[in-house]
């Protein structure tokens, strides 16, 4: 006659176990997932991923420029044009 199991199943790996511990101790046992992220004055988040150029919006330098930047078009034009400006005045264009 059939009967009734209970398996615990990874939620990671989806892999199934007979026995609570083991699948709590395969569930423990894979690595974390780290992301590295811009963070923003206002709280913007920018993933950086390393295969991107430093300069495209999901490398280094972009992230952190872009993180910073409004997501609001008008206030963004606004702090553009100030970048601009300061750029401008660096080099002395
Ligand atoms: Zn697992």
């Known amino acids: 006659m059939a009967h009734i199991e209970i398996w615990y199943r ?3 790996c989806n892999k199934a176990y007979n026995d609570q511990r083991e699948a709590t ?3 423990n046992r894979h690595p974390l997932i780290e992301e590295t ?6 709280g913007k988040g920018v993933r950086i991923f390393d295969n991107w150029h430093p300069d495209s919006v999901h490398g280094v330098n972009g992230a952190l420029r872009e993180a910073d930047l409004s997501d609001f078009i008008e206030e963004r034009k606004l702090q553009l044009a ?3 400006k300061c750029e401008q005045k660096r080099t002395g264009e």
């Open 37 to 42: 992220w811009a963070v923003g004055k206002g």
């Open 10 to 12: 990874c939620p990671v």
């Open 82 to 84: 100030e970048l601009t």
């Open 25 to 27: 101790r395969c569930k």
